[in-house]
């Protein structure tokens, strides 16, 4: 619903007070003006998948008008849909489901794909071996996979493995919860299959919009906190 309340984001800005519109996000109810929203089409979750069934439980609020509006914060980005924002929704990013042939090799489990980008209102399509993951995680997939395509399903894998993404990287990345050795040996044991480790890395990543998620959060009440508010991460 249109609110005429003054944007989060202008008054963090120091900008002047304004009467135009405001919209709350969908996720946590902050408002963003038409700039500094982050606008997804309401159709895109209309799909009968869990990943979509579970952004419309995620919803607290209704469309504006065929648009679901985010805030835009770091868990508040959506991921595996496509995207608008900035001034008259001249940006913004071409998310799709594309052909498991177009798919990076070890990520065809991944619906949603970027395909290209919105630049001053005009789109601009990338040829498939440029096409990217639609995923706040999307550099640490890529870390796993690697790892995985070099020691395979192994205990050396699960060592390395967390080393260098729940010791290291989940330390740099609000978005990414940590997880301990021993979290990884009771979640996926020591011969796990890619997915199962790709959906092990979802169940810690806090986006509450994903079309992407192989996985649900690990801790329901932790979500939902940080799903209200967002700004709880520096918390986490």
């Not at 849909?81 to 177009?102: D, F, N, Q, S, T």
């Not at 050795?181 to 011969?191: E, H, N, Q, S, T």
């Not at 890619?194 to 986006?207: P, T």
């Amino acid at each position: 619903m249109t609110n005429l309340s003054q944007c989060s984001e202008c008054l963090k800005k120091g900008s002047p007070v304004s009467t135009a519109p405001t919209y709350p996000c969908v996720l946590c109810g902050e408002l963003r003006c038409d700039i500094h929203a982050v606008w997804v089409p309401a159709h895109v979750i209309q799909k009968y998948t869990d990943a979509a069934e579970a952004v419309k439980a995620n919803l607290s609020s209704s469309p504006e008008k065929g648009w679901l509006v985010f805030c835009g914060r770091p868990s508040h980005i959506p991921r595996g849909m496509p995207m608008w924002y900035g001034k008259e929704k001249r940006g913004g990013k071409i998310v799709e489901e594309v052909l498991a042939h177009e798919k990076t090799e070890g990520f065809e489990v991944f619906p949603m794909w970027e395909v290209g980008l919105v630049e001053e209102g005009f789109e601009k399509r990338w040829e498939p071996d440029h096409y990217e993951l639609s995923c706040e995680l999307a550099p640490v997939m890529k870390l796993t996979l690697q790892l995985h395509q070099r020691q395979g399903s192994s205990e050396p894998f699960i060592e390395s493995f967390h080393s260098m993404v729940f010791d290291t990287l989940a330390k740099k990345k609000d978005t990414l919860f940590p997880a301990s050795k021993k979290d990884l040996l009771i979640g996926l044991g020591r011969m796990a299959t890619l997915k199962e480790i790709l959906s092990f890395i979802c169940s810690r990543c806090i986006v509450g919009a994903c079309l992407n998620r192989l996985s649900p959060f690990y801790e329901s009440k932790t979500f939902s906190r940080i799903l209200k508010n967002p700004e709880k991460l520096s918390t986490k």
